[in-house]
């Protein structure tokens, strides 16, 4: 599976909740409560994302670290017994972080907004264009860059690394 996404630090989510509501394409979807366990993975990156109603995402990804939308290849596996799958992967490759955020989940044609509160990081707005049969990658950036033009009037700090590596940048700067 893939997606374009590109991440931005932001003061605050509400003045862009405003802007999206009154968007006529663009629709609230949910809000999610999330916490990433972040493992070490000999490559790209590997996470167990866990919800408050107990299931669960395996995530594997790989995705550079660069400010611009890039490319996300990543493969996902829905487990209902988290609790298991996390103690086999911490046995095995160790926790690198975990990440705890709230997320309100919106959509734009192909393309999902989350903005997310991230505890201990902040605010953030990121954006993820499906790339799939009925998206191709030429029709995913442009619905990207659509959506981008809309926000163009606020200070978006763009964001080139994931919330596990500010995490583990904003510990290391605590020792």
Not at 61 to 76: K, L, V
Not at 84 to 98: A, D, N, P
Not at 110 to 130: C, M, Q
Request: proline letters at 2%; one cysteine or more; aromatic letters at 10%.
């Amino acid at each position: 599976m893939k997606n374009i996404e590109i991440k931005f630090a932001i003061n605050s989510l509400d003045d862009l909740e405003q802007l999206l509501k009154s968007e006529r394409e663009c629709h609230f979807i949910k809000t999610i409560e999330q916490t990433d366990i972040y493992f070490q993975a000999q490559t790209g990156r590997l996470k167990l994302r866990m919800f408050a109603d107990g299931n669960a995402e395996l995530i594997s990804y790989h995705r550079e670290n660069q400010a611009e939308a890039r490319q996300s290849n990543y493969q996902i596996y829905s487990s209902k017994d988290p609790d298991q799958l996390r103690l086999i992967l911490t046995e095995s490759l160790g926790v690198k972080t975990v990440v705890i955020k709230e997320r309100k989940l919106w959509m734009y044609k192909n393309v999902r907004i989350h903005l997310d509160s991230v505890t201990n990081l902040g605010t953030f707005i990121e954006f993820e264009s499906v790339i799939d049969q009925h998206y191709p990658e030429e029709v995913a950036s442009r619905n990207l860059q659509e959506i981008l033009d809309r926000f163009t009037n606020f200070t978006l700090t763009p964001t080139p690394v994931s919330y596990a590596d500010l995490l583990l940048q904003e510990e290391s700067k605590d020792d």
